[in-house]
Structures are given as C-alpha cells and as structure tokens.
C-alpha cells in the first residue's frame, strides 16, 4: 500500500513540473517593469557542475525581452573559449510578442573568430557570437 502511494505521489509530482513552463508571452510582464524600458531580463540561470578535478560543465539561460530598436544588443551574445574550455552547446530560440516560437538559431547564424587581444602574435583564444532580431517589437530571446 505505500509502496503504490509513493509511486502515486512521483507520478502527480512529474506531472505538475512537467506543465510548469515558463510563459514568454510579452504581454503579461508588469507596466512597471516595461515602462520607459528597452529589455526586460525575464529569466536567468547559470549552473556550474564539476564532473571530475579539471572537468565542468558551465550552463547558462538568459531571457529577454525586446521592446525597441535600444534593445537589440541584449538579443545577441558572445561567448569566449579555447582548446581547454571549448563550447559544446550553443542554442537559441526567439518567440514573438505572444510567447510563440517564430525560429532558433541555426549552425550558420553563428559566427565563430579568433579572440585578438592586442598583445600576443598568436593565440588559440576564439569566440562565438550570434544575435536575434525580429521585425517586429515586442520580441523574446
């Protein structure tokens, strides 16, 4: 008899987190937080795990919303790596001013260069960058 209970439990649990998805409907952020505004930071998350001594994986997922042309900068990014810290994964989604998907970022709109610091002849330092825009306004990254 517990034992069907616990497993009752975990069922309703996955199910109830499985439907908590994050709304990137741009019309339901507070007046307050638009109000005079180029983007809003609607979500941000970065975790840090150590696999092993020397290995980590680094995750980060940033959320904006984009109000006006100010805003476009906070619709593109740049991530630094080299041989030793080489980036894996690298995804991205734009949604339109109701929180539908209108595209994601594809292998080609990624633009991958060598990093110049201004001192060193050579250097295996590289980025990754890409950016998101819409014609259209309110849009979320």
Not at 24 to 46: C, F, G, M, S, W
Not at 75 to 98: C, H, N, Q, T, W
Request: charged residues 25%; hydrophobic residues 40%.
């Amino acid at each position: 008899m517990k034992k069907s209970i616990l497993f009752l439990f975990i069922c309703l649990t996955n199910s109830v987190f499985a439907q908590m998805e994050i709304s990137y409907n741009a019309l339901i952020i507070p007046k307050e937080l638009t109000a005079n505004a180029d983007a809003v930071l609607r979500n941000y998350e970065e975790i840090y795990e150590v696999e092993a001594a020397g290995k980590a994986i680094h995750k980060v997922k940033r959320v904006y919303t984009i109000f006006n042309k100010d805003g476009e900068r906070y619709g593109e990014f740049a991530l630094g790596y080299d041989k030793s810290s080489p980036i894996r994964v690298l995804e991205g989604r734009i949604f339109d001013a109701m929180g539908n998907q209108i595209g994601k970022l594809k292998k080609s709109d990624i633009k991958d260069q060598a990093a110049f610091d201004g001192v060193s002849f050579v250097s295996d330092a590289r980025y990754k960058s890409a950016g998101f825009g819409a014609s259209t306004y309110p849009y979320t990254v």
